[in-house]
């Protein structure tokens, strides 16, 4: 199975960024299936790893403003949360 | 000069703008994801004719319009006017019509509201299925709406307000966005509403007439429905929604209807604002969620792009800020020889011209706008005398630097109302909406005598009527052309 790609912004530190642990955070999605459902947001729980290489799935880190880090980081997806009632 | 424009839609408009060559027709196919927004922003800096977008990537059968309203010359258009029309006799149109009684809005019915053509409930109500383009690298995501309005109705008094709150696209029914507490859908909102645990209604209107994205930008205490009326001459067509007790412009392109949820937030931004700045951060902010999506057939997303100036909301929103302060000022017997926002200055400077009739009077002026409702949007007032051209640039900087003593002539207001997108403020205070506002007073004490007063230095102030005149007559006979 091909690698995921997602994005995320992170409002804290980076370095502060816990690893290997549990985490709640939101990803976007940057290479769906169906192209019209890029930048998707979705709230996950997942563990995250500042190695490219560490997890399934590649991770880019974008700062409060925007800004976008050079390396990706690695991800794995446990569950996805659904925050919403059904509209 | 034809004065009133008749618009029903956006589609006319188009052909207005095509007519006086002020559109591009963009035939080859463009990417939603970042394409789109650059070669928009790229008409803002460079005051270009605007773009129609015919093909969309990923998304046949949808158009787009870029800049719809970022020149004076589109406005004028817009209004029916000459493009060539001057901004003061733009002003005084849009004064002219705004003043007097409302025009009460029609309601039609579904048959002939275009908006209606296509109705998308359930799972089919999907945002990702319009074409929402990501229009800044390192936005906080797909910003379906930049060019558009909110509609929401006040649960006691029944008025209605259409606002333009931006609105990035989350998941497939969630949009997300900042609704400041001191706006008029906020007061509803968090006044009404949140007490009460209560959603609020909404429908986002898409493609609409380019009067009623005017009267959306347009800080008037007139419900904008009727004030669209009266910038158009006639009422505007609304239709009942399909899932909530709202009613909507007709003829709009792409109607979102659903219901702002309250107390609970989710993250949204960061965007390219206004003021030419990503300011405010990534943060929790006020949640849309959709029940249904109406749009015509081939529907034509309107697309504004934030940024440096200068962009229709810089223009718009400077445009309007600046004529119901006017309206405000003269309502209060002020002398007043006219008020001007600079667009350069994304609406946070005001020009005010005056007759100095009696001292401090510019504090006056600056106490009744920093007073009023419209505050938060600007935080510097420069007053300068009646002989002062408040459209010539060159003239303000030269009345601010020479007639502005450093001390004397400069006023702080502290502890007023601001907005988070100022860059300028601190972090905190931007969190909290809370600002700072400054009066440039350029006009020369009542008390000096006239021998103290200096003398303006110009062509027209320090010749002869009649040596004025031979020069004038004779100027391309010394060569000179214009």
């Not at chain 2, 009646?386 to 001390?407: F, G, R």
């Not at chain 2, 403020?425 to 005598?449: H, I, K, N, Y």
Request: glycine share 6%; net charge neutral; with cysteine.
């Amino acid at each position: 199975m091909s690698r995921k790609e997602y994005d995320t912004f992170i409002l804290i530190d980076p370095a502060m960024v816990p690893e290997e642990k549990e985490t709640e955070l939101i990803v976007r999605e940057l290479a769906p299936a169906d192209r019209r459902y890029k930048y998707r947001s979705t709230y996950v729980t997942a563990v995250i790893s500042k190695s490219e290489s560490k997890y399934p799935d590649q991770l880019w880190i974008r700062l409060g403003k925007g800004q976008l880090q050079e390396k990706p980081w690695s991800i794995k997806v446990l569950k996805e949360l659904n925050k919403f009632p059904k509209g | 000069m034809e004065l009133h424009s008749v618009y029903k839609d956006n589609r006319e408009f188009i052909k207005a703008l095509e007519a006086h060559g002020e559109l591009v027709t963009v035939q080859q196919e463009v990417d939603w994801d970042l394409e789109m927004g650059a070669i928009v922003r790229r008409v803002c800096e460079k005051k270009l004719a605007a773009p129609y977008f015919k093909k969309i990537k990923d998304y046949p059968g949808f158009e787009a319009l870029g800049a719809p309203l970022a020149t004076y010359r589109r406005l004028a258009i817009a209004m029916g006017m000459d493009p060539k029309s001057s901004i003061p006799e733009i002003s005084d149109e849009y004064v002219r019509r705004t003043t007097g009684t409302p025009i009460q809005p029609v309601l039609v019915d579904r048959k002939q509201a275009p908006c209606k053509e296509n109705i998308l409930l359930g799972d089919e109500a999907d945002l990702f299925k319009l074409p929402g383009p990501m229009v800044h690298d390192g936005d906080g995501g797909r910003y379906l709406c930049t060019w558009h309005f909110v509609v929401a109705k006040d649960p006691d008094t029944r008025m209605i307000n259409w606002g333009m709150y931006r609105q990035m696209v989350f998941d497939e029914k969630t949009m997300v966005g900042p609704v400041l507490p001191f706006s008029d859908m906020g007061k509803m909102f968090y006044g009404k509403y949140v007490p009460k645990n209560q959603p609020m209604p909404f429908a986002t209107v898409i493609g609409c007439d380019p009067m009623a994205g005017v009267a959306a930008c347009a800080p008037s205490p007139i419900p904008e429905d009727q004030f669209t009326g009266m910038l158009m001459g006639k009422p505007v067509e609304l239709v009942k929604c399909e899932t909530c007790d709202l009613e909507v412009p007709a003829h709009a392109e792409i109607i979102i209807e659903g219901e702002v949820i309250p107390n609970s937030w989710i993250e949204e931004g960061p965007f390219g604002e206004y003021t030419g700045y990503r300011t405010t951060p990534r943060e929790p902010r006020t949640i849309y969620r959709i029940k249904a999506i109406t749009h015509r057939n081939q529907p034509i997303l309107t697309v504004s792009n934030m940024g440096v100036p200068t962009d229709e909301g810089q223009l718009l929103r400077s445009f309007s800020l600046g004529l119901e302060m006017r309206k405000l000022l003269e309502s209060q017997g002020i002398p007043i020889t006219g008020v001007f926002m600079l667009p350069e200055s994304t609406h946070h400077m005001v020009v005010v011209g005056v007759r100095p009739i009696y001292s401090n009077i510019a504090t006056q002026i600056a106490n009744l706008v920093f007073g009023s409702k419209l505050s938060p949007w600007f935080h510097m007032v420069i007053v300068v005398d009646h002989e002062t051209d408040i459209y010539n640039k060159d003239e303000i900087i030269h009345a601010l630097a020479t007639k502005c003593h450093p001390i004397r002539g400069i006023r702080k207001y502290e502890h007023t109302v601001g907005t988070p997108f100022y860059p300028f403020a601190e972090p905190d205070d931007r969190r909290w909406s809370r600002g700072a506002q400054v009066l440039f007073d350029c006009t020369f004490p009542l008390d000096w005598s006239q021998a103290d007063l200096p003398i303006k230095v110009s062509f027209n102030k320090v010749y002869p009527k009649e040596i004025q005149e031979r020069v004038l007559k004779n100027w391309k006979n010394y060569g000179f052309r214009d």
